[in-house]
């Protein structure tokens, strides 16, 4: 039976009820049980365009629910060097770890996760690529119609390298900023994340993945319906090959911002149903 045909709704997170969003995930599966001792530590990492604070909400919800949490900046210079820095990271925590990405943080959870220490129980993509071996952030993004996203969207900046050479920062152009990437947030809000985005190098966008962790590492995925960035259509093809456990949203590619409750709620269910 495919995991698509295996999912099952969640009923357990009144978040979710009350958002008014139809839901599918896998119920706790036979034998999972919540972690003896202290809570898993939760680490989030964030995409290109973006910064750690897109987590403040989701992490105001998880310390509040006891669990350590941890949202390193994500350097956005390369698919290697990003998974190096992360995985160094990982390897510094003592105890369980869920780890989390969204955008092209899910790349680099992809990749980190199988050369971190064996200390990774999960991996939960947020409107996130789930890259297979070989494939890149480009041709899983115009894999389905319905990204707004494109180079004549991209105001391109180069940026000098140390061996005297140059590379190239993109950055999402401010006009068009609210409607690809969070169409669901006030246009205050957006304007400021508009001025402060971090770029990413744009050579990463055809940077070939590694062997991905969700092959070895179980997965949940938050799938958003209205994102302009990430296709749907593509976000459901890669949560239903890696066999996540799904969760829908009404949300913007931004889904941690603009639905923090349901993002929140699926980490802890991500936490809870991983085995030890």
Do not use: C
Not at 25 to 47: F, S
Not at 78 to 86: H, P, Q, R, T, W
Not at 190 to 219: C, E, F, N, Y
Not at 256 to 269: E, F, K, V
């Amino acid at each position: 039976m495919s995991p698509v045909s295996r999912r099952t709704v969640l009923t357990g997170s009144a978040a979710i009820v009350a958002a008014g969003v139809v839901t599918a995930a896998a119920a706790e599966p036979a034998g999972a049980h919540t972690y003896p001792g202290p809570k898993p530590t939760v680490v989030l990492v964030h995409g290109a365009f973006a910064d750690a604070s897109g987590w403040n909400d989701v992490v105001r919800r998880l310390i509040r629910d006891g669990y350590p949490v941890l949202a390193p900046a994500n350097p956005l210079r390369g698919v290697e060097s990003d998974s190096a820095y992360l995985a160094s990271i990982l390897a510094s925590i003592t105890g369980p770890v869920v780890l989390v990405g969204h955008s092209y943080g899910g790349v680099v959870i992809t990749n980190a996760a199988t050369i971190a220490n064996a200390d990774v129980k999960a991996l939960v993509y947020v409107a996130a690529f789930a890259p297979d071996t070989g494939e890149t952030v480009l041709g899983l993004q115009t894999k389905f119609p319905g990204t707004k996203l494109g180079e004549p969207q991209l105001d391109i900046r180069p940026y000098p390298l140390a061996d005297g050479k140059y590379s190239a920062d993109g950055y999402v152009k401010a006009d068009v900023f609210r409607d690809i990437f969070a169409g669901d947030l006030p246009r205050s809000t957006t304007a400021v994340m508009a001025a402060t985005q971090r770029p990413g190098d744009v050579h990463t966008l055809r940077q070939a993945s590694g062997v991905p962790a969700w092959k070895q590492i179980r997965s949940w995925y938050l799938v958003a319906r209205d994102d302009n960035l990430i296709p749907a259509a593509a976000q459901r093809f890669m949560a239903q090959r890696a066999g996540s456990r799904v969760v829908e949203a009404n949300a913007s590619h931004v889904a941690m911002m603009s639905q923090p409750a349901i993002t929140a709620d699926l980490i802890a269910l991500a936490a809870r149903t991983t085995r030890s």
